[in-house]
């Protein structure tokens, strides 16, 4: 069974930073691309960033791109999100996924979407 388990979420102000961790486990993890998406409130899943299975082609999305690093430990099969400068409107749920193919386009990245797990609540006070 795939299990993907986000950790690292928080309360912190904005211009702060947090680290988000993501546990993999039931797939074979090396061999897969994966993103982070997040959704806040009311609004539509967004897809924030994609790294494939080496971790050497990396997307962002263009509201996050210069402020959150992606990064993986296949050792340690986990998927790293590292958000700096946080604005407000970075307060959302996010999630892992793993990914049928790896891309950096957004509409596509959704759509590849294998399995998610249940989210880490981010939330960025003013």
């Known amino acids: 069974e795939v299990q993907l388990v986000e950790s690292g979420g928080g309360l912190v102000q904005a211009g702060g930073s947090l680290k988000l961790a993501c546990a993999a486990s039931?797939?074979?993890?090396?061999?897969?691309?994966m993103t982070w998406v997040r959704q806040a409130p009311g609004k539509e899943l967004e897809w924030v960033s994609s790294?494939?299975?080496?971790?050497?082609?990396?997307y962002y999305g263009d509201s996050v791109k210069g402020r959150f690093v992606i990064s993986r430990d296949n050792a340690k099969n986990t998927l790293y999100l590292q958000l700096n400068s946080l604005k407000t409107e970075d307060t959302a749920m996010y999630y892992c996924?793993?990914?049928?193919?790896?891309?950096?386009?957004?509409?596509?990245?959704?759509?590849?979407?294998?399995?998610r797990g249940q989210g880490t609540q981010v939330t960025v006070s003013s």
């Open positions: 039931g797939f074979t993890f090396r061999t897969h691309a």
């Open positions: 996924a793993n990914l049928r193919y790896m891309t950096g386009i957004p509409h596509l990245a959704l759509e590849a979407i294998l399995s």
């Open positions: 790294i494939n299975r080496n971790g050497d082609d990396i």
